[in-house]
């Protein structure tokens, strides 16, 4: 019987993760990648190579299976390291690094965030390339869920994020 359930088992559970996402499909923005939404939002995760936080987001939370369910069918997933010393092109603009201190930002970074940067910094736009919103700072699973789900499905025109956190 023992025999039965494992064999059962090394059968079921390969197949399931077939039909599952294991990774987010994330595009590295780089100088010559060019984006197409094609209709979709978009959500860039902007961080640093330096930035631990943006490690342990990349660990914690960009591996749970339905934050990578929701970014795969919701948006268009982008990378971008705002320190990236390439021009970089963007919804039809150029991008140069700008050199400051010992490091220094691609203005790219720079303009996502209105100037307000910190890493890690997820930005989410339209299908239009306009800014919905800037989600500053490492969340966890269940919390960063909730906000793909309000930008995601659009709850965001109909209602304010206190009135969908009553609601959901």
Same mark, same amino acid.
């Given at each position: ?9 090394? !059968? !079921? ?13 994330? /595009? ?8 197409? +939404? ?12 330096? &930035?631990?936080? &943006?490690?342990?987001?990349? $660990?914690?939370?960009?591996? =749970? ?12 997933? /982008? ?11 963007? +919804?039809? =603009? +150029? ?7 010992? $490091? ?5 970074? #720079?303009?996502?965030? =209105?100037?307000?940067?910190? #890493? ?7 299908? =239009? #390339? ?19 789900? #309000?930008?995601? +499905? ?15």
């Amino acid at each position: 019987m023992r025999l039965y359930f494992l064999l059962f088992s090394l !059968i !079921i559970i390969p197949e399931k993760k077939i039909f599952s996402q294991s990774q987010v499909n994330w /595009i590295e923005l780089k100088n010559n990648v060019e984006i197409t +939404n094609n209709g979709k939002k978009i959500i860039l995760d902007l961080y640093t190579d330096w &930035c631990g936080w &943006c490690k342990v987001m990349d $660990r914690n939370t960009f591996t =749970n299976e339905e934050v990578i369910n929701i970014i795969n069918n919701k948006f268009i997933p /982008i990378k971008f390291d705002a320190e990236y010393q390439e021009e970089v092109f963007f +919804n039809n =603009n +150029n991008f140069k690094f700008v050199k400051s201190g010992r $490091r220094g930002i691609n203005e790219l970074a #720079y303009y996502l965030t =209105n100037g307000n940067l910190s #890493y890690p910094m997820t930005v989410f736009l339209d299908e =239009n #390339y306009n800014l919905i919103t800037l989600l500053p700072g490492y969340h966890k699973p269940d919390f960063y869920k909730k906000v793909l789900s #309000y930008i995601g +499905n659009d709850f965001w025109k109909n209602m304010t994020w206190e009135e969908y956190l009553k609601n959901n």
